[in-house]
Every structure is written in C-alpha cells, then in structure tokens.
C-alpha cells in the first residue's frame, strides 16, 4: 500500500535472478505498486526502506530501478561482504516485503547535445545499462565502466553509437580507480557534450571538479553522483571532527536557496581539505 503520511509503496520480492557473480537482481510487485508511475529517466532511483528489529531504526538507501513493466520493477543489487542492503538481497526471497518512496533521475542531457560522456563503476551498472537501452539512435556517447572483476562485466546494449571502455580489476572499493584517468586522457568530440557520472564518492567528486573548473562546463551539462563511499565509518568519523563553524557554513548553504551547483562548489572548497 501507499502510506499517505510518507508516500511509501509496499513491494513484494516476486522473483530473483543472478545477472553476474557480483549482482542480484529482484523483481518487486504487488498491489502496493498500483498507483506507482515511473519518471521515464533512465537513472531513476528510489529510497528502499528496510525494517529493522522493533526498537532499532530502520535502514535506507538508494537503488536505481533497472527496468519498468506493468505492475513490476527490476531492482539490481552489488553483492558484497558486510553491506546491509546487499546481505539484505542475498538473501531475500519471493514473499520478502520491502518499501520505498517516489523515484527521481537525474539524466538531463541538453536538447543541443552532440555527444555524451557516460561514467559508471558497479553499483552504477543497473542505471547505466537502461539509459544506454533508452538512448535513441544516432546518439554519440564515450562509456567508461569499472568492475571488480571480469566476471562481472554485464552485455550493455545500445541503439546509440556508444564506444563502451571495461576498466577491469579496480576500483569498487578494492583498489585506486582508473576512471578519472581514462575520462581525462579521451580525446573529446567537437561540438556541445554532456556527462553522467554515477560512482563512488572519491571517483565522482574529482571527475565533477574536472568537468566544473578545467573544462568549464556549466550545471546543466552534466550529473555527477556519488552513489556510495566506499569507507563511509572513516567519512562520517571526520565529518564529526569537523570544526563546528564549518559544518554550521555547510548546513548554512544546503538552505541558502543558491544555485545547487554553486553550493556543491562550495561544500567541496570548505570540506574537501579535511577528506570531505
């Protein structure tokens, strides 16, 4: 059902399927998806709602919504040790409830758009794979995607001229990424381009500081999202360590009304040298 006082749909885990040895993916429905409609925007994401023991918080987290269908959805998972959503997935089976709010994308490419640059590491794999799907013909797109593993590599398919680049055995948490290095060393098309990055926190700020300040693009040519940390107890240990007077700036601009690229610039100028 729809709760009216937090506007969250109640899914039932109908099906699950193994998409690589390093995801699982989760058909959700039900009669609590009755009144749910989609954005249309291929990276689409909802706030899934976990339910924790009574007298504990309950969870929640991000995850894209891979695919669409009549009364049913396709969520993707990253299996990895010590995650609670991915021990969550693991596990779960047909009958499992599970919750979660509006869905809200963030791909906006410009209508004078020649090209696109599309960035992802494994996490941003399910968001990836349905905008290239999604991508009409014609379209002129440089992929940059980083897995773990080569087991892990997943069949992209596009109507678009996509040239798709596997960066295989870094990032994702188990080693430096090479995906900066290989976004700054393409040769970039003439003409108007747009970028999407979806990737760990450490990967997409600087990819967003090299877009912003070195190419000087403006907001509406790219989304750049953190979509996880891959050592969010040590991020959150030196946001408490922060100087009071700099997160009272912080919460100061997140309520300022400026434009949220402006403020991003912001934020990452006062926290960035302490690792925020």
């Known amino acids: 059902m ?10 039932t885990v109908l099906r699950r399927a193994l998409v690589t040895p390093g995801m699982v993916r989760l058909t959700l429905g039900g009669p609590g998806l009755a009144s749910f ?34 009364g049913e959805i396709d969520i993707d998972f990253v ?19 599970v919750s979660f709010g509006r869905p809200r994308g ?33 379209t002129r797109a440089l992929v940059f995607v980083e897995v773990a593993e080569a087991s892990h590599r997943q069949e992209l398919v596009s109507r678009a001229e996509a040239t798709i680049s596997w960066l295989v055995g870094s990032g994702n948490g188990r080693s ?20 999407w990055v979806a990737a760990e926190r450490t990967v997409a700020q600087p990819l967003r ?39 009272a700036q912080v919460t100061a601009l997140w309520s300022s009304g400026l434009d949220p690229e402006t403020v991003a610039d912001r934020i990452d100028e006062l926290t960035s040298p302490f690792g925020l």
Request: aromatic letters at 10%.
């Open 2 to 11: 729809v709760s009216r006082m937090n506007e969250l749909f109640e899914a």
């Open 37 to 70: 409609r989609s954005t249309g925007v291929g990276d689409e994401s909802v706030r899934l709602v976990f339910a924790q023991p009574e007298g504990t918080s309950d969870y929640s987290a991000a995850f894209t919504i891979r695919q669409v269908r009549a």
């Open 79 to 97: 299996l990895h040790a010590g995650g609670r959503a991915s021990g969550w997935a693991e596990g779960a089976s047909p009958g499992d409830i």
């Open 106 to 138: 963030q791909y906006a490419p410009p209508v004078d758009t020649d090209w696109q640059v599309l960035v992802a590491d494994a996490p941003a794999l399910p968001a990836l794979g349905r905008l290239l799907e999604q991508m009409p013909a014609g």
């Open 176 to 195: 430096p990424s090479r995906l900066e290095a290989a976004v700054r060393a393409a040769a970039l098309p003439p003409g108007k381009g747009y970028a």
């Open 209 to 247: 500081r090299y877009l912003r300040r070195e190419l000087g693009w403006p907001g509406d040519r790219y989304a750049v999202t953190s979509y996880w940390t891959a050592d969010l107890e040590a991020w959150m240990e030196a946001w408490a360590r922060l100087d009071p007077a700099i997160k």
